[in-house]
C-alpha cells in the first residue's frame, strides 16, 4: 500500500508545489502508515525532494525533445500506482494536474476529488474537505471509491521539512493510447506565472488604459510577482485573458495578492478569495474590495504605485 | 459531422451561496441559473462550426425539468437539438457515465465541456469521459480549428499556451479564449421562436451510483475590516505587509 504523489517539474528541477504535495502526501502516508512514493519526469535534482520525507522517487525518462503529454504521463503514473497499491494519489491544482487527475481517475476506477484544501478526515471512506462555488464556499465530501484521487489547491497546505533519504527508481513511459499530440509550447519562462506565484499584482479598470500597466509591471518586478487584471481589462483586450482571475478566469492561491484599480466585483472576490493577504488600492472608497481586503490605501493608484515600487527598490538594496 | 454540448446550469456568477437543511444541501430559492459560462463559450464555437461545414449541433445536459429553460435557450443561441437525460446527478462521475452510454449510441465527432462547472468546479467530466471511449481530450481549449478530420489545438498552460494536433472523434474542455466575450450571441426572437419547435428529447438514465458524496456545506469564516492606511503613508503599509502580515 501506498501513497503516489505527482512531482511536476520544469527544465527537470521539481517545482514548489512538488515540495508542497510532498509535504501533504507524507502527513497522508504517515496517518495510514504507509509508504510515500513520487513520480516525476526527466527530473535532475531527485535529492531536492529529500527534505519531504519521501520514501521512493520513479522518475521516469521520456523522449528527447517530447512535450508534457497527459495521456501518457497518466497512463504511466496509474501503472505505478496499480503496482504499488495506492490508496490516495495526489496531483496539484495546475493546468497540468488537473488535465491529469480525471484521467488517473478513470483508469484506476477511482474517485477524482478537486480543490482540496486540507487533510482528510477520515481514510475508510475517505473524507475530505474541498472548496465549491469557485471558493465562495466550502464541503465535505465522502468518497464511495477504495482508491482516490486528490486535486490539491495550491498554498493551502504549505510546506513542511523533515528529514529523508528518498530511493530513485527508474520505470518506463507508458505507450499513449489516443493519437492526440503537443507540437509547441509558446510560454514565457521568463515570468513567474500566476500559478506559481507568490505574490499576485493585479490591475483593473481603474488603470485607464494599457498604456499604464507598466505601473503593475514595474511593482510585480520588484516583487517577484506575477500580473493578473480583472475581468473587464481582459474583455477589452488590454491584456491577455491568460491574466484574468476571477470566477471565470484563472484562481489566485498566492501569499500576497494587490489589487490596484479593481472595484471587487464578486465574481472576481471569488477567484482570490483563497489568496492569504489581499491589499487593495482603489480612489473609491466604497470600492467592494475594501470588505475583502486586509489592507487597503484609498488613494489615486498613480501617485500611491510609483511611491510603492519606489520604496521597496530602496528597501532591496 | 456531429457535434455534442454538454452543458451544465449553474447559479449565475452574481449569485450569493447559501445553504439550507442543516447545511446539507443548497440554497436555489432566488437563485437565477445560467448556461455555465465555460460551456456557453463551446457552444458558440459549436455553432460557429455549424455555420462553416454544415455541423449538427445537439445539446445534452443530466438533470431534471428545471433545466429545461436553459436547454431551450441553448436552441435558441442555435442547437440543432437537445437531450436531457433525466437524473439529478450527485457528481460528475454520474454525468460522465451517462454521456457516455449516449455517446455509445450516437457518433459525435466532436464533444465538447467546459472546462468546469462554475459551482462544483469538478472538471472531470471531459477527461473521464474520454478515457471511457478511448478519445482524446484536451481540456482549457482556447483555439479549435478543423479541417477535414484533422483538429488543431490551443491549450492554455500556467504562463502560456500549448499547441496541439489531433483525429476525430476528440473531447474538449472549452473556456474564455475559444470564442470571446463579444462573439457569443444572444438569442433573438426569431431564435426564440425557433427554439420552441426544435426537438428536446428526454432520456431515462442507466443506473450507476456516484463516486462521491457532498456530506456537509460550510461559508469562509467572516472576515475582520480591512486595515486602512493613509495614501501618504506607504512606509506604514510595507512595515504590516513585513511585520504583520510577514508576506514580504
Redesign the interface.
Known amino acids: 500500500m501506498a501513497v503516489v504523489v505527482y512531482l511536476e517539474s520544469q527544465k527537470g528541477t521539481i517545482k514548489k508545489t512538488g515540495f508542497e504535495l510532498a509535504s501533504y502526501g507524507r502527513a497522508v502516508a504517515d496517518a495510514l502508515g504507509e509508504q510515500l512514493i513520487g513520480v516525476g519526469f526527466n527530473l535532475q535534482d531527485t535529492k531536492s525532494i529529500n527534505p519531504y520525507g519521501m520514501d521512493v522517487l520513479y522518475n521516469v525518462d521520456t523522449p528527447e525533445g517530447s512535450f508534457f503529454n497527459a495521456d501518457r504521463y497518466s497512463s504511466t503514473i496509474a501503472g505505478i500506482a496499480s503496482k504499488e497499491k495506492a490508496q490516495v494519489i495526489v496531483v496539484s491544482s495546475s493546468a497540468d494536474g488537473r488535465y491529469l487527475g480525471p484521467l488517473l481517475s478513470a483508469k484506476l476506477d477511482a474517485a477524482f476529488l478537486s480543490n482540496v484544501v486540507d487533510l482528510p478526515t477520515q481514510y475508510s471512506p475517505l473524507k475530505v474537505k474541498r472548496s465549491c462555488f469557485t471558493n465562495k464556499a466550502f464541503n465535505r465530501t465522502l468518497s464511495q471509491k477504495e482508491c482516490n484521487i486528490l486535486s490539491l489547491s495550491s498554498n493551502a497546505f504549505g510546506l513542511n521539512e523533515q528529514q529523508g533519504d528518498v530511493e530513485v527508481r527508474s520505470e518506463p513511459y507508458a505507450e499513449a493510447t489516443t493519437d492526440l499530440e503537443v507540437t509547441a509550447i509558446d510560454q514565457a519562462t521568463d515570468k513567474v506565472s500566476i500559478a506559481d506565484a507568490d505574490i499576485v499584482v493585479s490591475g483593473g479598470r481603474g488603470l485607464k488604459g494599457p498604456e499604464n500597466w507598466h505601473l503593475i509591471e514595474d511593482l510585480a518586478s520588484v516583487l517577484d510577482a506575477a500580473t493578473a487584471c480583472s475581468k473587464p481589462v481582459s474583455d477589452m483586450g488590454w491584456r491577455p485573458h491568460s491574466e484574468h482571475v476571477g470566477q471565470t478566469g484563472k484562481p489566485v492561491a498566492s501569499n500576497l495578492y494587490i489589487a490596484i484599480g479593481v472595484s471587487g466585483a464578486i465574481q472576481h472576490l471569488a477567484g482570490i478569495n483563497s489568496s492569504k493577504v489581499k491589499v487593495v488600492i482603489n480612489n473609491d472608497p466604497e470600492a467592494p474590495f475594501f470588505k475583502a481586503a486586509d489592507y487597503g490605501i484609498v488613494g489615486d493608484a498613480f501617485e500611491v504605485v510609483p511611491k510603492l515600487i519606489e520604496k521597496l527598490k530602496a528597501r532591496k538594496h | 459531422m456531429n457535434i455534442l454540448v454538454c452543458i451544465s446550469p449553474v ?1 449565475d ?2 449569485s ?2 447559501n ?1 439550507k437543511e442543516e447545511n446539507t444541501a443548497f440554497e436555489t430559492l432566488g437563485i437565477q441559473y445560467v448556461i455555465n ?2 460551456d456557453e463559450f463551446g457552444l458558440t464555437r459549436a455553432v460557429h462550426l455549424q455555420q462553416k461545414v454544415g455541423a449538427k449541433v445537439t445539446v445534452v445536459t443530466v438533470g431534471d425539468t428545471s433545466c429545461e429553460p436553459i436547454l431551450r435557450k441553448c436552441l435558441a443561441i442555435g442547437a440543432d437539438q437537445a437531450i436531457r437525460v433525466d437524473l439529478q446527478p450527485q457528481d ?2 454520474q454525468v460522465a457515465t451517462q454521456l457516455e452510454a449516449l455517446c455509445k449510441k450516437t457518433n459525435y465527432d466532436l464533444i465538447i465541456t467546459g472546462r ?1 462547472s ?11 469521459l ?3 471511449m ?7 481549449c ?1 483555439h479549435l480549428d478543423l479541417s477535414g478530420n484533422d483538429v488543431a489545438l490551443e ?13 476525430l472523434p ?1 473531447i474538449v474542455g472549452a ?3 475559444l470564442v ?3 462573439d457569443l450571441i444572444i438569442p433573438n426572437m426569431r431564435g426564440i421562436m425557433q427554439a420552441r419547435q426544435k426537438p428536446l428529447e428526454v432520456v431515462s438514465p442507466i443506473e450507476v ?12 469564516p467572516e ?2 475590516a ?6 501618504e503613508d ?2 506604514g ?2 512595515d ?2 513585513t511585520n504583520e ?1 510577514k ?2
Open positions: 447559479p456568477t452574481t450569493k451561496i445553504f459560462p465555460n460528475g462521475f468546469e462554475i459551482d462544483y468546479n469538478g472538471g472531470m467530466v471531459g477527461g473521464l474520454a478515457v471511457h478511448g478519445i482524446p481530450y484536451v481540456p482549457n482556447v491549450r492554455e498552460i500556467d504562463g502560456g499556451k500549448e499547441r496541439l494536433k489531433s483525429s476528440l473556456q474564455k479564449g470571446e466575450e463579444k451510483t456516484a463516486a462521491t458524496l457532498v456530506e456537509h456545506y460550510e461559508k469562509p472576515k475582520g480591512v486595515k486602512l492606511v493613509d495614501a506607504i512606509d503599509l510595507i504590516l505587509l502580515a508576506v514580504l
